[in-house]
């Protein structure tokens, strides 16, 4: 990448249709995790005007209430508005979750099978998984999607407050970053865009906005006379969330990866239990990568894993330092490979992913939160250990 450019990141709200989506499916997932964590999921949401499809595979030794699960799911949204089209009482929740085939389950299990060739727990799936980590952000995480993730959380805690009776669940940002000779310089646009009440006026979002949200958690010092704001640019969002627009899990890829910055693999995260490793694989590729760079190894690192259904050890392993490793890449992957194991089994047991952890995952990204385990800078020693 050349040293001096512009690149922008989204971000969108929990009300945000596909984020509707993936929230229901992943608090599935927490109810079947918290009373059976030998759950095997793969639950997707679709969400329309006042409807509500749930549709997959699931095999749990847990009984889940499913339309008090969507419903309370809709709750912590926060669609209880009177006027509100998706309302979390109000919906009609049309349920077609069947049982997980038995040709992926013995790919899965840890047991033997006819032309399986191992005993041990198997990949979900085939796949390639991307993890990312660079130096720019407290979070190890590339600024213009954390900073766009920051503005949706801003407005989101905002709205719950008693200075947010006009603001509704839907809404996006937006943000510009421009740098020169690869670094930080000034934030160049802010988009941000939030759905209301009929009884605000433009101008009034417009300046609570760019006052109370903007100016509150974007770094001031990137913010300069030549910044553009564009706040609701269309001039009116009354009508949002899934009673206007339908909502599917897993179509905001890079809203919960790394913003279009680092590379994706293709599979989404939302409604699917560990043993997939769409979703545990790039947890662990994120977790590697973040110790790396809090290793001071690299400045930012991108590593790629792959794996065949049925087989518990990658077919391939890569690192990327894009020439900003302090060691050789091949030094570094040599020692990740000796500090971790990329077994989907021992994943698993490595992040304790095994509990109902995952609605916490669902909005402002899948990275950066300290709270998760993929988060912890805790291999550091372990990684350097096997420098050579």
Same mark, same amino acid.
């Given at each position: ?110 047991? $033997?099978?006819? +032309? ?7 990949? %979900?799936?085939? @796949?390639?998984?991307? *993890?990312? =980590? ?112 339908? $909502?599917?899990? +897993? ?7 790394? %913003?279009?910055? @680092?590379?994706?693999? *293709?599979? =989404? ?120």
């Amino acid at each position: 990448m050349r040293s001096d450019y512009i690149f922008s990141s989204e971000s969108v709200g929990d009300g945000h249709p596909d984020k509707v989506a993936d929230y229901i499916s992943d608090c599935v997932l927490d109810a079947c995790l918290k009373d059976d964590p030998k759950s095997r999921v793969a639950c997707e949401t679709l969400v329309k005007s006042d409807r509500v499809i749930l549709a997959g595979e699931i095999t749990t030794g847990a009984a889940p209430d499913y339309d008090e699960i969507v419903r309370q799911a809709i709750r912590d949204i926060g669609y209880v508005n009177e006027s509100d089209e998706f309302h979390a009482d109000k919906v009609t929740i049309c349920n077609l979750l069947t049982r997980q085939s038995p040709d992926i389950a013995q790919g899965v299990d840890s047991v $033997g099978a006819e +032309g399986k060739g191992t005993e041990e727990q198997g990949a %979900g799936d085939q @796949g390639i998984m991307f *993890g990312y =980590a660079c130096n720019e952000t407290s979070e190890l995480m590339p600024a213009p999607v954390m900073y766009s993730h920051r503005l949706t959380k801003k407005l989101a805690d905002i709205r719950r407050s008693e200075e947010g009776e006009w603001l509704r669940p839907d809404g996006k940002s937006q943000v510009s970053v421009t740098y020169e000779d690869g670094r930080l310089k000034s934030i160049g646009t802010v988009v941000v865009s939030t759905q209301h009440t009929e009884d605000v006026t433009h101008s009034q979002i417009c300046d609570f906005i760019r006052e109370k949200v903007i100016e509150v958690v974007l770094p001031n010092h990137l913010l300069n006379g030549n910044t553009q704001y564009w706040i609701n640019p269309t001039g009116r969002f009354v009508e949002g969330g899934p009673g206007a627009d339908t $909502g599917l899990t +897993g179509r905001k890829l890079m809203v919960d990866t790394y %913003g279009g910055w @680092g590379r994706h693999g *293709g599979g =989404a995260f939302s409604g699917k239990d560990p043993s997939k490793v769409d979703r545990s694989g790039s947890y662990m590729m994120r977790w590697v990568a973040k110790n790396i760079v809090a290793a001071e190894l690299a400045d930012s690192v991108e590593i790629q894993v792959a794996y065949a259904i049925g087989h518990p050890d990658p077919v391939s392993l890569h690192v990327e330092t894009f020439g900003t490793g302090k060691v050789p890449d091949r030094a570094i992957q040599k020692a990740v490979e000796k500090a971790f194991s990329f077994k989907p089994a021992d994943i698993i047991l490595q992040l304790d992913l095994l509990r109902p952890i995952y609605r916490k995952t669902t909005h402002y990204g899948h990275f950066g939160k300290a709270d998760l385990p993929w988060e912890a800078v805790n291999k550091t020693d372990a990684i350097l250990k096997h420098i050579k």
